[in-house]
């Protein structure tokens, strides 16, 4: 059976998998990637008995890769109309409530509504789904290539808001060197509470994504993703 299983997953084409840093669900440590949303990912891949190299880019970069090249995954990525023609969807890996984050020595930044973030200079990262949404609320905002350029704008006061779930910021504070009370959560910004899927380049073939849906189904019965997907791991 050992045999059967190396010689099925040797045929098969070695599959590469983009995320971007998003502590604690994507992280990156001593040229590693991990956290929370990558350990079901690499759970599902291991029970489809695929294998994976896993690789961190900025957003952007991370959607242009999966989106042109078969044989690509990538996650952890809201489904929206655009977007579910042109991928396969495995099974989701994250849940985000967003809103707006600033620091937390800045008392003079006060949001209780929409219309008052709009006041606020405000970084949103490219291709994010926040973006799209935030534009329908007439927002303008500086995009930035990564959460991480997002929140690096937003320590040095280039900008005043960031846009997270506040169940994140502390492992981002950490993961930026800074107190872990550094950053404070303001305002939940109707509409983006989303799930953050893994996806597959529409052309990757049929086998491997039957593999993948199959072995999701077995990782979503587990404790561990129930967790995740709960938001308080």
Known sequence: MCLSSHSTASALPNLTIVTELSPPNQTYDNGVVGG????L????????????????????RAFKVASERKNTL???????????????????VAKFELGFVTNNYRQDVKVESLEDAKKYRLAVQRG??????????????VLTADIERSYQLLVTNKVDLVLDDPRYIQPMAEALNLPKDHFRFLFSVPNLS?????????????????????AFEDVKRTESYKLVLSGYH
């Not at 929370?36 to 350990?39: A, F, L, P, R, V």
């Not at 977007?83 to 989701?92: K, L, M, N, P, T």
């Not at 073939?205 to 849906?213: A, F, Q, S």
């Open 36 to 39: 929370t949303s990558t350990e």
């Open 41 to 60: 990912v690499k759970q599902i891949v291991e029970q489809a008995h695929l294998n994976a190299n896993y690789y961190l880019y900025p957003w952007a």
């Open 74 to 92: 990538i996650y952890s990525m809201a489904k929206t109309t655009l977007r579910e023609q042109s991928f396969h969807w495995i099974g989701a």
């Open 128 to 141: 994010d789904i926040a973006a799209e949404q935030l534009e329908q609320y007439g927002f303008e905002y």
């Open 194 to 214: 989303v799930k953050g899927y893994l996806a597959a380049n529409i052309n990757t073939p049929d086998e491997v994504i039957n593999k993948l849906r199959l």
